[in-house]
């Protein structure tokens, strides 16, 4: 009894060891690729030709403000040694300071992250809850009148810009039906109900051209999975429609979805500098504009790191979900 016991869990602990052994790969992956991209950013703002606290204090800058410049943020020590202190810094949560606003990196990334996270959540969801139903419904609709409206509108949230749709939104609800505010950001701990209004504008603006595209998507892996086996036994067997769409097609078809979902999930992070800048919201993407401006190197070191970190995050929750939804490819792999 208990070798027959052991038999039945022996698929189990197969299937485990290998989503442990494919995820720990995935994770080794983003861990070369995070060391790959400070090499990278280090090489573009320290070690290309040019004088970084020149371009930070500008060509009329006197002698001596550079010098004192270069020893206080170390520029003129060895590059091996910039970079590994710029390592450490990072894996202590040790930004330095920026120059242009006198604040800690770290506290300046950390107040902005408040407004970017939560906008591209709002921007991601809401692409999710539209993109969904509306790609199955097309797929249900195929060749028919409801197929073709949504791929028009798909069409057309592609090739509208999204700072453009913005400025229609903040037209439409913000200035002629006041619904929304129109811009500005009044904090979290100040007033959260207005603060979240003032997210869902941009938010709506931002995720137009994802809701298209994740519309294709799911439309395209729905018609794929339709065309299975399985799908026409479940109908002969005399499933009702709704469940032959969403019980039977929808998992399978949320594979091909589910991947899509995670890169846009990292364009709207590193995308939301746009959208910010229309809205008037002080996130992460307005403090890259602004730091480009005021040519604070080590704010903008730091946030393409950031960015950077996000993104390979999102591809593992991503290839988790992946594993979950079906993890016979990853344990045969």
Known sequence: MGEFADALRRPQRCLLEGVIEFLSRRLAAALVTLVLATIVVFAVVEVLPGDPALVMLGTDARPDTLAALRAKYGFDQPLIVQYFRWIGGL?????????AYGTPVTKLIGDRLAVTLPLAGLALGWAIIVAVPLGVFAAWRQGRVGDWGVMGFTQIGISI???WFGIVLVLLFAVSWQIFPAGGFPGWAQDPAKSLLSLVLPAIALSLSEIAILTRVTRSAML???????IRTARAKGASEGR???RHALRNALIPVTTVAGLIAGFLVA???IIESVFRLPGVGQLVYDSINNRDLAVIKNVVILFTLLVLVVNL??????TLLDPRPRVAS
Do not use: I, K
């Open 271 to 273: 995308g939301a500098v």
């Open 91 to 99: 894996l202590s949560f040790d930004l330095g300071a920026s120059h």
């Open 317 to 322: 929750l991503v290839d988790l979900a992946y």
């Open 244 to 246: 032959v769409l969403f």
């Open 161 to 163: 810009p999204n700072f």
């Open 224 to 230: 794929d999975t339709l065309r299975e086996d399985y």
